[in-house]
């Protein structure tokens, strides 16, 4: 029996997620729900359904799981815990300040209704989280370090996109070397934000903007670039539509730690993703969490889980004992 799952929202996570579920023989694209009107929607898998999102609650007996892929920051903390009463959810919240207040709205919804609301599934949070926490379970005595980069940060270049003058932009989050080789060394520096990354910004501006008030705008923005040596490149449309239309991204964590009775030896653990496309491997991880989130609730289990709650083995197309066999 195929796990039927649904997205919600289709941008370039929505067609990540429909490229994903494709690629799994256990499950099935069973609709597509959109702000926009369904029929200029055109999707890439044939004979799917795709409706608005003002009809969802009637097909909430055609889906086992919904994947919700709008944006993190503004769709995700009101409709996870909404759909959370109706169906088994997946999204990608990414605001790592907020996730406990959204894990407790998610909670209440989801144990209300008897479902699991898997929340912040992706690489960071999500992967970089696991790894974190391993880490940190192994070596007690040790510290700390993820690096980001390089790649295009897409709420970075939004932020850039909405200074007057700007047409469009892209922001490219970079470690800054020394730091990475220092950590890499076995070293545990202390490292503020400037000296663990750069930002790099490619600008297209209007004709006749004010290129000296949009760069020192970038660079003066809170939350965003203030806090970074940040560099400004300006060029025309052409140039980024050649060399910066992708969404690439990646990162390490890293944790250095000390053993032995006098901590006379040093242990480096490393994790690392360099990716083509950061919205294609989102959409895989939760494809893979939804999997999970299906079989969880067909055990009983509901309420808000995260990554860090989830075994390996629900995620996992193969059965335990195939995993126990040529995995572990």
């Known amino acids: 029996m195929s796990i039927r799952i649904g997205i919600l929202g289709y941008g370039n996570l929505g ?57 993190s920051a503004t769709d995700l903390p009101k409709q996870t815990p909404e759909y959370a009463k109706y169906f088994h959810v997946i ?47 192994i070596l007690p005595d040790g510290s700390d370090y993820t690096f980001w980069g390089r790649g295009v940060s897409q709420g970075h270049s939004d932020a850039i996109r909405r200074i007057e003058g700007v047409l469009d932009a892209r922001q490219y989050t970079i470690p800054v070397p020394s730091s990475l080789e220092a950590v890499r060394n076995g070293e545990t520096p202390e490292l503020s934000t400037r000296e663990k990354h750069t930002r790099e910004c490619f600008v297209v501006a209007a004709e006749g903007a004010d290129l000296p008030k949009i760069e020192t705008e970038i660079k003066e ?75 969880m609730g067909r055990e009983g289990m509901c309420g808000c889980k995260t990554v860090l709650d989830v075994a390996p083995a629900y995620l996992c197309r193969q059965s335990n004992d195939q995993l126990r066999q040529h995995m572990l």
């Open 221 to 295: 923005m809170p939350n965003y670039f203030a806090d970074y040596d940040t560099t400004v490149h300006f060029i025309s449309q052409e140039e980024l539509d050649k060399n910066h239309s992708g969404i690439p991204h990646g990162g390490f964590v890293i944790r250095n730690g000390k053993t032995g009775w006098e901590k006379e030896h040093t242990h480096t653990i490393e994790y690392s993703l360099r990716l083509d496309s950061n919205p294609e491997f989102t959409a895989c991880v939760l494809t893979a969490y939804a999997r999970a989130a299906y079989r």
């Open 91 to 137: 999204d990608s919240f990414d605001t790592h300040a907020k996730i406990p207040a959204h894990f407790a709205n998610v909670d209440q919804a989801a144990k209300a209704s008897g479902k699991i609301g898997i929340i912040s599934v992706g690489w960071d949070p999500g992967m970089f989280s696991l790894s974190r926490v391993y880490a940190d379970a």
């Open 15 to 71: 067609r990540g997620v429909e490229c994903a579920v494709k690629q799994n023989d256990d499950m099935e694209l069973a609709a597509v729900f959109t702000r926009r009107n369904p029929a200029s929607l055109k999707i890439l898998s044939e004979n799917v359904p795709v409706y608005s999102i003002n009809d969802i609650l009637n097909y909430k007996d055609a889906i086992d799981v919904l994947i919700l892929c709008g944006g």
